[in-house]
């Protein structure tokens, strides 16, 4: 692994960057940072809130996790953000992590909060705020990054609602059109944030994250800074 200097810009986000030479090295690396949070949150404070972002690479990561050794009853489980589509549909990020990892642990069903996205962005949004409101700090925050240098599902050109934890998108340039995402003031309230950013696809957004460009991505900006796991792209 190489490490990249802290990159300060995009209205002041401190940005620590990591750069892997395999998709094997950027997973074993997320995977032991997430089990070291775990290990920290819990000696700390007795519990351990992650909250769990889709795509191809966190899929991996949460594989790895199934097999993991952790005090599972101590883990509580979020989603930085969803699609308004039925429960049980192939393309909700909740299903997904339940099929490869969560439904496969002994995480209390209780302390795994999926976004109600098939209620409708609307209702949907109102739910999970409920569900976040008088949480502290997240342990630990995942995110990606889209090639339009989304996050979540904060997108360019988009206006977002800060002033709750968990707000309702229409007009996704992605399908569906309507999602849930937790706001970007409440995914900056965490300890840890971690980007995973993978794939050629993803070399501009980050070009223009380097250079101080005001991409989506930028705005998730935790006490602490965010580090930025990367694989394919340069680090220029």
Same mark, same amino acid.
């Given at each position: 692994m190489q490490n990249a200097s802290q990159l300060i810009g995009a209205d002041s986000q401190i940005s620590h960057w990591h750069s892997f030479e395999s998709q094997e090295s950027i997973n074993q690396a997320v995977l032991k940072r997430i089990l070291? $949070?775990?290990d920290s949150a819990i000696a700390a404070r007795g519990s351990f809130s992650i909250v769990l972002a889709g795509g191809s690479t966190p899929k991996q990561v949460y594989a790895l996790l199934r097999h993991a050794d952790a005090d599972w009853s101590k883990w509580h489980v979020y989603h930085n953000d969803d699609?308004?589509?039925?429960?049980?549909?192939?393309?909700?990020?909740?299903?997904?992590a339940r099929q490869v990892w969560l439904d496969h642990v002994a995480i209390?069903?209780?302390q795994i909060h999926d976004i109600p996205a098939e209620l409708g962005p609307v209702e949907g949004a109102k739910a999970y705020a409920e569900t976040l409101k008088g949480l502290g700090d997240f342990d630990l925050v995942l995110l990606g990054v889209g090639e339009d240098g989304h996050t979540a599902s904060l997108f360019p050109g988009h206006t977002w609602d800060d002033s709750v934890d968990a707000f309702p998108v229409f007009d996704s340039p992605k399908p569906p059109a309507e999602r849930i995402s937790i706001s970007a003031r409440?995914?900056?309230q965490a300890r840890e944030v971690m980007f995973l950013v993978t794939g050629a696809g993803k070399q501009e957004a980050v070009d223009n994250w380097r250079r101080g460009v005001a991409i989506p991505a930028t705005v998730i900006r935790p006490e $602490?800074?965010?580090?930025?796991y990367c694989f394919g792209v340069k680090l220029s």
């Amino acid at each position: 692994m190489q490490n990249a200097s802290q990159l300060i810009g995009a209205d002041s986000q401190i940005s620590h960057w990591h750069s892997f030479e395999s998709q094997e090295s950027i997973n074993q690396a997320v995977l032991k940072r997430i089990l070291q $949070a775990a290990d920290s949150a819990i000696a700390a404070r007795g519990s351990f809130s992650i909250v769990l972002a889709g795509g191809s690479t966190p899929k991996q990561v949460y594989a790895l996790l199934r097999h993991a050794d952790a005090d599972w009853s101590k883990w509580h489980v979020y989603h930085n953000d969803d699609r308004c589509l039925p429960a049980d549909h192939a393309d909700r990020n909740s299903l997904m992590a339940r099929q490869v990892w969560l439904d496969h642990v002994a995480i209390p069903a209780n302390q795994i909060h999926d976004i109600p996205a098939e209620l409708g962005p609307v209702e949907g949004a109102k739910a999970y705020a409920e569900t976040l409101k008088g949480l502290g700090d997240f342990d630990l925050v995942l995110l990606g990054v889209g090639e339009d240098g989304h996050t979540a599902s904060l997108f360019p050109g988009h206006t977002w609602d800060d002033s709750v934890d968990a707000f309702p998108v229409f007009d996704s340039p992605k399908p569906p059109a309507e999602r849930i995402s937790i706001s970007a003031r409440r995914l900056s309230q965490a300890r840890e944030v971690m980007f995973l950013v993978t794939g050629a696809g993803k070399q501009e957004a980050v070009d223009n994250w380097r250079r101080g460009v005001a991409i989506p991505a930028t705005v998730i900006r935790p006490e $602490a800074g965010v580090d930025v796991y990367c694989f394919g792209v340069k680090l220029s």
